[in-house]
């Protein structure tokens, strides 16, 4: 069995595997779709109570850029004996699997003020509604950022099912494996292993992966103009009369074109403030290409629940903790 090994030192984090050994027997998880032997040496997972975020950002293996936009895994310990750390996730245009292996998470919901425990590994499809999550003492999140359109591809269900305000259970979504997955993802020994564990994982999905169309390059081109583009021009680029588009768009993304080029600009505009907490949201509002400030509170209060004014103090937690990005 792999274990972990503690090091005397807890004062930083130190993530040094060895990697896997490609084409030889895979002695200790037999049930991966390739062939390796797991051979690691530890010197890992060794956090104080830091009450600091430690996160890494990775870029998709290149057989998976066409479904995978990124991945992002965060750790962090933090003091029981004091108030742990809540985050705030308004609404997003990304669909997301997110992996929780470690301390559970909580969940509150604004509008319907319901509280919940989430599950291990939870899929955000079309995302509605603002919830704030309150960590574990004992932090792991994984988030696995699908590209525009690509969960509809790799499920091969309209996005419109999962047009609701709380997560799924990603076994409900991807069968018993994303168990496996879970699991093998909190017996890893780094950062790097657990992204290895999820490259293994989707390399298996991609023989059931349904085939782009125009349409997913018009997806991609509207999330890269920052939701600043006609939905006419990507009814063009996608071959479509405007009408057959917005039926499509709704069934890879869950929502009319128009909205979701709303959420994709307000989006912009919360993570240039968290990678810039110093600018002020008039400026921003501006950069994001907002006509008026009161377009921009409209928005903004409909996608994350709040005002500017009182989100400063989530980007101040967010600061604290050394968070950036989603």
Known sequence: MIGLRMREDTSVLSVQPTLPTPLQKMRHFPHLPLIYEINFSFRVFVLPSIDRMFQKFYSPHPALKGIINNVMIVQGVFDSQHPLPVLPMPQHPEQRLFFYPYDPVDAHYFLSDKK???????????????????????????????????????????????????????????????????????????????????????????????????????????????????????AKQACLSTRQFERIFKDRIGFTPKYYARMVRFAHAWELKEQNPNLNWTNIAHATGYFDQMHFIKDFKEFSGTTPGISEEDFRKLKVLGMSGH
Do not use: C
Not at 187 to 216: C, G, H, Y
């Open 116 to 234: 919940i425990k989430l599950s291990s590994a939870i899929v955000v499809g079309p995302h509605i509604e603002r919830l704030n999550v309150k960590l574990g003492v004992n932090h792991l999140v994984i988030k696995v950022g699908f590209q525009p359109g690509a969960l509809h591809r790799v499920l091969g269900i309209p996005m419109t099912k999962l047009l609701q305000t709380e997560a799924f259970n990603a076994d409900d979504l991807f069968g018993s494996e994303i168990h496996l997955l879970t699991e093998r993802i909190r017996n890893a020994d780094s950062f790097d292993t657990m992204k290895w564990f999820i490259d293994l994982f989707f390399m298996e999905q991609l023989r059931k992966v349904r085939s782009e169309l125009p349409i997913d390059s018009s997806l991609q081109y509207l999330v890269e103009q920052k939701g600043a583009v006609s939905i006419d021009a990507l």
